[in-house]
């Protein structure tokens, strides 16, 4: 087998899992804005300031945006 192919194919090898560590640092960050937004919740519950609810509401949008991101890359992977 040429030299190339075998590049090719360690590339593609490597590539794969860089794809799923990468996936895997999506989750977890997705998983920490989860546990930052139940935080400020409790917070807010328990009568915390109009500063809070304005990061709270960053927070979920950046976790709505993120989790669409990692359910895009998980399709992607799934059609490999």
């Given at each position: 087998?040429?030299?190339?192919?075998?590049?090719?194919?360690?590339?593609?090898?490597?590539?794969?899992?860089?794809?799923?560590?990468?996936?895997?640092?999506?989750?977890?960050?997705?998983?920490?804005?989860?546990m930052f937004s139940r935080m400020f919740k409790?917070?807010?519950?328990?009568?915390?300031?109009?500063?809070?609810?304005?990061?709270?509401?960053?927070?979920?949008?950046?976790?709505?945006?993120?989790?669409?991101?990692?359910?895009?890359?998980?399709?992607?992977?799934?059609?490999?």
């Amino acid at each position: 087998m040429p030299d190339s192919i075998k590049a090719i194919e360690n590339w593609d090898r490597r590539a794969e899992e860089l794809g799923k560590n990468a996936t895997m640092a999506r989750f977890y960050r997705l998983l920490m804005l989860g546990m930052f937004s139940r935080m400020f919740k409790a917070e807010i519950e328990t009568g915390g300031d109009g500063l809070l609810k304005k990061v709270l509401e960053e927070v979920e949008a950046e976790m709505e945006q993120r989790a669409e991101d990692l359910e895009r890359v998980e399709l992607f992977c799934d059609t490999r």
